[in-house]
Each structure stands twice: as structure tokens, then as C-alpha cells.
């Protein structure tokens, strides 16, 4: 038997942009969804916010990629169709999908809301859904989900606004509760301010701590105090700004993808203090065992979070006017989107206007 087109596949056309090979390039695709199932939420897609891991993934860097590859997954939008045994959203609710759309949901993790490290959770976009089709992203007109999956986007959070705190916002809120850096008069830096570095600001002023921004770049240094409200900007590579903040922090948020030495971080942490990677560098980071001992320092990960803190934290948000900084663009400019995204020339995040620039007769 031949094996089906994506238009084939599923009975509902859908249309959105996809890559064809490891360019990345982006270009219209015509491709189908599923049917509503009993416990799908189907919405139409209204913004989707442009993510650094789309740029790994569209051009395979981590060599999973399947192609055609339609990305995204801050989505957005609003509920068109409910199945018959949805029982939180019903058609009209504003919704979002982020990383996820499946997982096992009866593992230790599943249970105890923390499906992101679910063995066999199911990404957005690029991989295998339960029956053998591929998972299509958020650039695109439409989207379902299971119910568990679909995120409530509270009234008074923008759209737009609200679409990068799906993947960017729950990256740095999860760590921050986590790791217990949200108690108010706690000191905790943010390395790097981009799309993550930037909501981790946002989150950690929200929640009481005092935020230092740490940046290779001296010129961030209005931006992000006067502009986002940090108390305090060290430039990483000014070796005395270091040295005199040596010993000052209770917990670091790592949001940088790039490689960089972990060594004048750790110097920056008191005793006990916590280092968290949330960005991916490609090559493994050298990791400095002595000051580690010299002072019961921890060096962690997070990613992402389970759906209950996701719900949480977009809540959290709503409740605290927390935003994301975005640069609204149509669904043509999304290839120099890509290109600039490369060179971080974004404050800070680019989300797409779906639903006025992705149609199929376009």
C-alpha cells in the first residue's frame, strides 16, 4: 500500500509553512489534521511564537528532524471544536499548546504532573504521534490537541503577548519554583537576555528576588534595567565586575545556548548556591568540580514543565501583567525572521500573526 500524503492523511485540511530539507528554508505546505477526537480540543490558530530550538530543528542540528517539517509550538488561538468527552474548554475559549501533546500518562513523572519528562512524551511538532502520523506545529491555520494538553490563556493576557510564554516562560518559571529561587529577597542572576533571559527577569521581579542580569553585552545594560526592571547588570567578560560580585547569588539561571565556561558562574554563587541550564549547548560544557566541593554548590537542569505548571505559571502571569516582548510578524517574513533569530537582533521574541497572514489561497 503507498503510503499517504500529509494532505491524505487526516480528514481535516490544514495549511501552514514547512521546511522540505536541512536549508530550513520555509515555504507553504498543504497538509491534514485529525479528526476531533473525544478528548480533543481543535482550535484556530491565532499567533505562534518563534522559538530558538525551531532553528535546531528545521535545520536538523540535532539530528531528529523529520521532513516536512512545520515548527512552532507557542500556539495560540481559539477553541473551534470540542470532542464529547472534553469537559474543561468548550468552542470560543482562548487556548494555547506548547511543547507537547502527548505522553504516557500513567509513568511516576506522568503522575505526579511532570509529563515533560515523560520517557515517551510526544513533541508538538517533528515526531511520531500515537497513530503513526507525524506532529505538525503552530505555523500553521489550525491545531488539536488532547484535552490534558491545551493550557487555558486567561482573559486580560494578549494573545500575542501570551504565546511565548508557553515554551519561553514555563523554561524559567519551572526552575525558579523549583529550585526554590522565588523567595522573595533571594538574589538571582539570569545569564543571557533573549527570549528566556528576558521572562526570567519578568518572572523573578514578580515573585520578590533581586534579579542581576549577566551579559556579554555592555550595551543590554539600560535595557535591562530601566526597561525591564533588573536591579543590576555584570558584563560576563569583565574580569574585576566579577570578581566584586563573587560570592553574591543564591541561584543562577543559565539561559544561553552557546558554549561558555561555567567556571566565573559558579564563582558568583554563596555557599549552596544553585546553577540551572536551561539553554542547549550543542558540545558539552567544561564542568569545574573544586568550587563545586568548596562550597555545596549544585549545578541542575530544567525543562520546560509538566501542564498543572504550565496552567500555573500562565496564571502567574495574567495575575502579575507579565508579558512577553514581542515582534508581531506575518507568516512572509518568517524566513528573515529565522535569519535574524541566528543573530539574536530580536527583542525578544518574534510571534506570528496567524491568523491574518496564513491562508491557503495566499
Known amino acids: 500500500m503507498a503510503a499517504k500524503s500529509p494532505e491524505e492523511e487526516h480528514p481535516k ?135 490534558h494538553f491545551i493550557v487555558r490563556i486567561p482573559d486580560g493576557l494578549p494573545l500575542d503577548a501570551a504565546a511565548p510564554l508557553l515554551c519561553a516562560g514555563i523554561t524559567v518559571y519551572s526552575p525558579l519554583r523549583y529550585y526554590g529561587l522565588d523567595k522573595p529577597g533571594m538574589h538571582v542572576g539570569v545569564v543571557g537576555l533573549g527570549g528566556l533571559g528576558h521572562m526570567a527577569v519578568k518572572f523573578g521581579k514578580a515573585m520578590g528576588v533581586k534579579v542581576t542580569v549577566i551579559s556579554t553585552s555592555p550595551h543590554k545594560k539600560e535595557e535591562a534595567i530601566g526597561r525591564l526592571g533588573a536591579d543590576s547588570f555584570l558584563v560576563s567578560r569583565d574580569q574585576d565586575q566579577i570578581k566584586a560580585a563573587m560570592g553574591t547569588m543564591d541561584g543562577i539561571i543559565d539561559t544561553v545556548s552557546a558554549t561558555h565556561p561555567l567556571y566565573p558562574l559558579i564563582g558568583l554563587l554563596k555557599s549552596h548556591g544553585k546553577i540551572v541550564l536551561v539553554g542547549a549547548p550543542e558540545k558539552p560544557l567544561d564542568l569545574p568540580v573544586f568550587p563545586l566541593i568548596m562550597g555545596r554548590k549544585i549545578v541542575g537542569g530544567s525543562c520546560i514543565g509538566g501542564m498543572k505548571e504550565t496552567q500555573e505559571m500562565i496564571d502567574f502571569a495574567a495575575e502579575h501583567g507579565i508579558r512577553a516582548d514581542v515582534e508581531v510578524i506575518g507568516i512572509d517574513y518568517v524566513n528573515t525572521a529565522l535569519e535574524r533569530l541566528l543573530k539574536a537582533d530580536v527583542r525578544y521574541r518574534f510571534v506570528i500573526d496567524v491568523a491574518n497572514t496564513i491562508n491557503p489561497t495566499h
Open 13 to 147: 485540511p490544514a495549511f501552514g509553512w514547512a521546511a522540505r530539507d536541512q536549508t530550513g528554508h520555509l515555504s507553504p505546505f498543504k497538509f491534514s489534521r485529525r479528526a476531533t477526537g473525544e478528548k480533543d480540543v481543535a482550535f484556530k490558530v491565532l499567533y505562534c511564537g518563534m522559538c530558538h530550538s525551531d532553528l535546531h530543528m528545521l535545520k536538523n542540528e540535532w539530528g531528529s528532524s523529520t521532513y516536512p517539517l512545520v515548527p512552532g509550538h507557542e500556539i495560540v488561538g481559539v477553541v473551534t471544536e470540542v470532542g464529547s468527552q472534553v469537559e474543561k474548554f468548550k468552542v470560543g475559549d482562548k487556548v494555547g499548546v506548547g511543547c507537547m501533546v502527548g505522553s504516557c500518562r500513567s509513568c511516576d513523572n506522568c503522575t505526579n504532573n511532570l509529563e515533560n519528562y515523560c520517557p515517551q512524551m510526544i513533541l508538538t511538532y517533528g515526531v511520531k504521534y500515537y497513530d503513526g502520523t507525524t506532529t505538525y506545529g503552530g505555523y500553521s491555520d489550525s491545531m488539536g490537541a488532547d484535552e
